[in-house]
């Protein structure tokens, strides 16, 4: 996999020419309601993912695949569902649509929903041990087979010596085809945003009352 784009130096164009490339830009989602500090952070991160990628569509070729995690319908609607979802990436997505690149559907309905599902029952944590193990293989299986089938639907559509785009929150399991180029996409401003979510998680865990040791009897 090629390193992260920002942490490297121009890379060669040459050897990327004939090969398939993938950009892979992690999926950073915010709204209004967000913590204003945090959205001008998030902001700042498209603004740094929109130019890393310009840049990189003049080196290795444009972008002529859009592909977008968690989006069930293709063609114009996917769009329009990915405005709704990730406005920033949108942007990005609809300039290179206009300039001829196709948004193809990776997702598979059934399995992106039973992955969410799981999912949620995750979140909302259990009393039982066996249950929460039970949980967590049924979100483990879900997931693997929604991932295999990204892959698939990536390497079906991906045509040889084409550049694709793929947004996918961070942590995926992906595991792209070996003659897939991937370009991570990975600003500066990333690290920040890490950096203040690690910093409000500390500020709310010493926030939080110790728990009271039990009384003696």
């Given at each position: 996999?090629?390193p992260?784009?920002?942490?490297i ?7 990327y020419r004939?090969k ?8 950073i989602?915010?709204?209004e309601k967000t913590?204003?500090e945090l ?9 740094e993912v929109?130019?890393?990628?310009t840049?990189?569509e003049?080196?290795v070729?444009v972008?002529?695949r ?11 609607e996917?769009?329009a569902?990915?405005q709704?979802f ?5 942007e990005i ?5 206009k300039?001829g690149?196709s ?9 992106a ?5 799981w999912?949620?029952?995750?979140m ?8 929460a193990?039970k949980?967590?293989d ?8 929604r991932?295999?089938?990204i892959?698939k639907?990536i ?5 040889a010596?084409?550049?694709g785009?793929?947004?996918?929150k961070?942590?995926h ?7 897939i180029?991937?370009f991570?996409i990975?600003p500066p401003t990333?690290?920040a945003?890490h950096r203040w979510?690690?910093e ?7 926030a939080s009352?110790e728990p009271e040791p039990p009384?003696?009897?």
């Amino acid at each position: 996999m090629t390193p992260e784009v920002g942490r490297i130096e121009k890379p060669e164009a040459e050897p990327y020419r004939s090969k398939r490339k993938l950009f892979l830009v992690p999926l950073i989602i915010f709204s209004e309601k967000t913590d204003p500090e945090l959205v001008e952070k998030c902001r700042a991160y498209w603004k740094e993912v929109k130019e890393q990628i310009t840049n990189l569509e003049a080196k290795v070729g444009v972008v002529q695949r859009i592909y977008h995690e968690s989006i069930i319908d293709s063609g114009p609607e996917g769009l329009a569902t990915i405005q709704e979802f990730n406005p920033e990436g949108f942007e990005i997505a609809s300039s290179r649509a206009k300039a001829g690149a196709s948004f193809e559907l990776i997702e598979d309905r059934e399995l992106a929903e039973e992955s969410m599902d799981w999912e949620r029952c995750l979140m909302m944590g259990f009393i039982s041990e066996k249950v929460a193990s039970k949980v967590s293989d049924f979100y483990t299986e879900a997931s693997h087979k929604r991932y295999e089938h990204i892959a698939k639907r990536i390497d079906e559509t991906l045509k040889a010596e084409e550049t694709g785009i793929l947004f996918i929150k961070e942590g995926h399991r992906l595991q792209f085809p070996r003659d897939i180029e991937v370009f991570i996409i990975f600003p500066p401003t990333l690290d920040a945003i890490h950096r203040w979510l690690r910093e409000q998680a500390e500020k709310r865990r010493k926030a939080s009352p110790e728990p009271e040791p039990p009384e003696a009897e």
